[in-house]
């Protein structure tokens, strides 16, 4: 079986440190990727450090894996060594349907996450990108535009289709007035994304700390939400609200911003419930909903329009050794606005 070296939980309690492992070997539709770069989630920590209570140990975390094909099996034909690809959330789904579901396949039953889960052979390990190589069938690589910086490019796989996803479902564009709370690794690229598909975009932050960087990304409006008087001046005013902040904050408020019909639409997850009343969404015929990352096909789709409009994330390159130092400056939301690891550092 091939060796990979990288960073891996051993503990919740501990930080990542040097791991080297067996990948599978590859089937005849796999096809290799050297990574090149892989970008830090949120939801790394939150499964490094088993704050979701579905840890298994070592784990290798990352899922915005961006690299070069070295070997393709004898079945594949959409890729050839050399080829810039991608990898996401997942390496495999609907492996418990009848069926593979192309358009809603990361909502069905059967999905192998690309870290912190077992193959379908249901003892494999899957181990994710801060790594030097993975394996990964065809269906489940992607191809990232020419003209996308690899390193950039990377955070699409999570953060891109995480928010293109939401955007494209409820149809934002030209006269939608859309709204993205939180200006972070996620929000930053709802303001680009939503820009781009001709919607008037709005941000709602805490303070106006990054009102420069929002309005050069593409954002026409930037209120505070730590001003009252926002939530009285914006009432009734939006069609669609993406909702990035994975900390409490009250739903109901934001909701009082939507129009009739509109919809607000959670990406970000609070560790505790949040309470909604009831009348936050009668009066208004108002929608609370929520969405998760997109299918291969719906991630293409948002790779090929980050082409088209020169779309990548804002990010800040760090070495490997420096993983838990980002770690920690991302719970301080210290960074602008995505962390990727330069895997050449492993050597």
């Not at 690299?67 to 959330?89: H, P």
């Not at 069905?108 to 030097?132: F, I, L």
């Not at 291969?296 to 789709?301: G, R």
Request: net charge negative; proline share 5%; aromatic share 8%.
């Amino acid at each position: 079986m091939p060796i990979a070296k990288g960073y891996a939980a051993t503990d919740a309690s501990k930080p990542l440190t040097p791991f080297t492992f067996e990948r599978r070997d590859p089937n005849e539709d796999d096809v290799v990727i050297a990574i090149k770069f892989s970008g830090i989630c949120h939801s790394d920590i939150h499964q490094a450090r088993n704050e979701w209570g579905n840890a298994k140990y070592p784990m290798v975390p990352g899922h915005e894996i961006a690299g070069i094909v070295s070997a393709v099996g004898s079945k594949v034909t959409k890729f050839k060594v050399g080829d810039r690809v991608g990898v996401g959330c997942f390496v495999n789904s609907c492996t418990s349907c009848a069926t593979r579901d192309l358009d809603l396949e990361h909502y069905m039953p059967g999905v192998v996450q690309t870290y912190n889960d077992v193959e379908a052979d249901g003892e494999t390990p899957t181990y994710g990108g801060y790594s030097d190589s993975i394996v990964v069938k065809e269906g489940y690589v992607l191809s990232i535009p020419d003209n996308l910086p690899l390193d950039a490019a990377a955070p699409l796989l999570c953060a891109g289709i995480t928010l293109y996803s939401p955007l494209h479902h409820w149809k934002a564009g030209p006269g939608k007035k859309v709204a993205i709370v939180g200006m972070g690794g996620l929000g930053h690229m709802g303001v680009k994304i939503a820009h781009a598909m001709g919607a008037d975009v709005t941000v709602l932050s805490q303070t106006l700390s990054k009102k420069e960087d929002g309005l050069r990304l593409g954002a026409d409006h930037y209120y505070a939400t730590s001003d009252a008087d926002t939530f009285k001046t914006l009432a009734g005013t939006f069609d669609l609200i993406i909702m990035t902040v994975g900390i409490a904050v009250d739903w109901n408020a934001y909701l009082g911003l939507l129009k009739v019909d509109g919809s607000m639409v959670v990406v970000g997850a609070p560790e505790h419930p949040v309470p909604v009343h009831a009348f936050s969404l009668i009066p208004g015929r108002r929608s609370l909903s929520g969405s998760m990352i997109g299918s291969i096909k719906e991630t293409q789709e948002m790779l090929d329009f980050c082409g088209k409009h020169n779309i990548a994330s804002e990010i800040e390159v760090i070495n490997i050794d420096q993983v838990n130092e980002a770690y920690e400056r991302v719970l301080k939301s210290d960074v602008r606005y995505r962390f990727v690891i330069d895997i050449a550092s492993l050597a």
